[in-house]
């Protein structure tokens, strides 16, 4: 089977990680797979979104246990990376997307496997979910995004806890502290593909530029801010999907958007 099976559910696509056998753990082939499934979320005018998930092995349930460390040292000296040019580490955490992801997390997300989830858009875990950035305690650092999106997720005090000790916290936590938006008893799928659903109905060109903007609001000033909101509020102005919006907030009917 493929290490990255992609699926289409209507608007959705469902992007499923499945190398279980090491953990859902990236080297060269699996950063190239995910970087491919991220171009076809992108360049197919059907999808609006993405759910990320993963194949799990029992009974200790992992998400994604990161890097694969065993070809690191081989990576180091040139060998094949598990990154690509456009997406960085996974093929995912610096690719420029456009369309929103949903993380669907269930057991363990750590070290990149973690740093995957915050290169996500929405997240929703299982209460069995645990997560950590354990970098430090194999001597290296969370270098694909973790040493800033975590804080930017979860405040510098419990980020600063989690990156220098390298211990897990768990789904309850993580809920608390705003790293996971819905916490589930049952299927993190599932939940995830109703949220994924939800977005995918709304105004396919609102949902772009909220995101962007809301993305850039860690790294740029207020000012560039209001630049960035006003440029989001001008390409909807006039567009067919405001019509339509608009149209059924008078009549009181779902509007069915075409992203144009």
């Known amino acids: ?33 995910l970087g491919a499934a991220v171009d076809q979320v992108e360049e197919d005018p059907q999808l609006r979104v993405a759910v990320l998930t993963a194949a799990v092995t029992e009974p200790r349930p992992v998400f994604c246990a990161g890097h694969d460390l065993r070809t690191i040292e081989d990576e180091f000296g040139g060998g094949d990376q598990a990154a690509t040019e456009r997406g960085g580490f996974a093929g995912f955490v610096t690719y420029p997307r456009t369309k929103p992801w949903v993380a669907a997390v269930d057991g363990l997300a750590t070290s990149g496997g973690l740093e995957i989830v915050l290169a996500c858009d929405l997240v929703v ?38 990156l220098l000790t390298g211990e897990p916290i768990g789904a309850s936590r993580a809920h608390q502290l705003g790293l996971v938006g819905t916490l589930v008893d049952g299927d993190a799928l599932a939940t995830a593909l109703d949220r994924a659903r939800r977005v995918a109905a709304a105004g396919p060109l609102a949902v772009r530029a909220s995101r962007r903007v809301c993305d850039r609001s860690f790294s740029l000033g207020e000012e560039q801010l209001w630049h960035e909101s006003d440029r989001a509020l001008a390409e909807i102005m006039g ?5 339509v919006g608009l149209a059924g907030f008078a009549t009181r009917t779902t509007p069915t958007f075409a992203g144009r």
């Open 1 to 33: 089977m493929s290490s990255v099976a992609v699926e289409k559910h209507g608007h959705v696509a469902v992007v499923r990680l499945n190398r279980p056998e090491a953990r859902n753990a990236f080297d060269g082939p699996l950063a190239r797979a």
């Open 239 to 243: 567009s067919d999907d405001l019509a």
């Open 125 to 162: 875990a299982t209460r069995r979910s645990s997560f950590a950035l354990a970098e430090v305690r194999w001597g290296l650092v969370a270098g694909a995004g973790g040493l800033f999106r975590l804080p930017q997720a979860v405040g510098r005090a419990a980020a600063m806890d989690m």
